[in-house]
């Protein structure tokens, strides 16, 4: 059994094909997945597939990448994210990626998010790309190791994800890691613990290998823990077990 830590299937692009992509993902034994609202305008779509499918859980919390959503306060976010099948803040953490200056709204809003995190008593789902060094001390000013935190769909190199682990850290792999210029993901999925690793599809983005390119679903999570088999020499039902322990005991999922 697999855990799709990490999609959006919420999106336009699988509108009226949702009972289908359930099947897949059933037959595919993937049997649980988190889908991420970014907006609150997001969260009655998320919360209607909570409704309708029993393997559903929902996260939620205003997009790194958009400035103009408007902010929230912490108390109001903790209150979105209450209830079992509401299992985390986030994704939320910061992006230079297209921008390199500090980005005051930004770090703003991710301490916020980690309040609320801890407000909720729920982990945290981060976003962080090319900002390793702000990533880690807005984390550690604002004491987001009491929540617990993932490094979603994670991209960086070891320096980044050693410091994130002392921090408590879980690392999430998405398909990202089968690309084969992935090279210091694939260097940090061969080296973490295996008690700290998550995988995801962050569907509808970033299809794994052999796919790559196609519109990326849940169905897809189990090429991405093949590949990590592959790479530290276990088996593909290892890594799925694994993978699906250390999901649950994140989530705060009561598992079977
Ligand atoms: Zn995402």
Request: charged fraction near 25%; glycine fraction near 6%; charge should be negative.
């Amino acid at each position: 059994m697999f855990f799709d830590t990490h999609c959006h299937i919420h999106m336009e692009r699988f509108a009226g094909e949702e009972a289908a992509l359930i099947e897949r993902m059933r037959a595919a034994q993937v049997s649980r997945a988190v889908v991420v609202a970014t907006d609150v305008d997001e969260i009655a779509q998320v919360q209607t597939l909570l409704d309708r499918y029993p393997e559903l859980y929902g996260a939620f919390a205003l997009s790194p990448q958009d400035e103009t959503l408007t902010d929230l306060s912490a108390e109001a976010i903790a209150q979105y994210v209450q209830g079992d099948r509401w299992v985390a803040v986030g994704e939320t953490g910061i992006d230079y990626h297209y921008c390199t200056e500090p980005l005051d709204w930004a770090r703003n809003r991710f301490a916020t998010h980690i309040a609320a995190a801890r407000l909720a008593q729920k982990p945290l789902v981060i976003h962080s790309r090319d900002a390793a060094d702000d990533t880690i001390a807005i984390l550690r000013e604002n004491g987001a190791d009491e929540a617990g935190f993932v490094l979603h769909c994670f991209c960086g190199d070891w320096d980044f994800a050693r410091r994130a682990l002392d921090l408590g850290a879980y690392l999430s792999f998405s398909g990202i890691v089968t690309f084969k210029t992935a090279l210091d993901q694939q260097d940090v999925a061969r080296r973490a613990p295996m008690d700290r690793i998550l995988i995801e599809t962050d569907s509808p983005y970033l299809a794994p290998v052999p796919l790559r390119g196609k519109r990326n679903e849940p169905s897809f999570v189990p090429h991405v823990a093949n590949y990590l088999a592959q790479l530290r020499g276990m088996t593909l039902e290892d890594v799925a077990r694994q993978t699906t322990q250390n999901a649950l005991r994140f989530f705060k999922i009561k598992g079977e």
